[in-house]
């Protein structure tokens, strides 16, 4: 494993965290834009399929490149629905830094 992948390794696991973290935390309380479905769900694939894309890197899986290109374009999309929200930002950063680093790992 080289240090490309420990970094996006160590990406995936902090936007999963991030995201669930912010979904169960932050977005259910505050109600409104933050609990609408089409964001809601948004949050929720990104932090599986970050979780997912983490778990094949480590597993050692050939097709973690596969994987790392679905999980950017999920990242993406979730960046791009925080960032209509207010008060998402970190969210949409953590989101978009994961992206970046999934997309080294596409080779």
Sequence with gaps: MDDA???CIDACLN????CLEEAMGHCL????QHIAP???RSMMACAE???TSAHMMLLGAENHAQVCKVCAAVCRDCAASCDAIDGMR????TCRACAQACE???G
Aim: glycine content about 12%; proline content about 0%.
């Design 104 to 106: 080294s790992m596409r």
């Design 38 to 40: 089409g964001h809601f």
């Design 29 to 32: 309380e505050a109600g409104g």
């Design 49 to 51: 399929m970050c979780r």
């Design 90 to 93: 970190a969210c949409a950063d």
């Design 15 to 18: 936007c999963y965290r991030t």
């Design 5 to 7: 992948m420990k970094e």
